[in-house]
């Protein structure tokens, strides 16, 4: 048997429930397809992270910016 999961809604969530339930979808459809669907969102995001931190540097093109902006400050 599944767990029941109680939230407090605000008028945000209150206009979300609306549109997610316009296709005739029952409240507890609407929520558990939300709930899902940002969780596959957000495991996408992690692993697009991780293969862009995993994806090899280029070579340095020898532009510092920090010595760069600290070299414009004792110049102002």
Request: charged share 30%; net charge negative.
């Given at each position: 048997?599944?767990?029941?999961?109680t939230i407090r809604t605000d008028p945000d969530t209150e206009h979300a429930l609306d549109v997610?339930?316009?296709?005739?979808?029952?409240?507890?459809?609407?929520?558990?397809?939300?709930?899902?669907?940002?969780a596959m969102r957000r495991e996408r995001l992690v692993e697009m992270k991780r293969a862009f931190l995993r994806r090899p540097m280029s070579a340095p093109d020898g532009v510092n910016l920090a010595d760069d902006i600290a070299r414009e400050r004792e110049g102002a």
């Open positions: 048997m599944a767990d029941t999961v997610l339930t316009r296709d005739g979808a029952n409240r507890s459809e609407a929520i558990r397809q939300a709930v899902l669907e940002a």
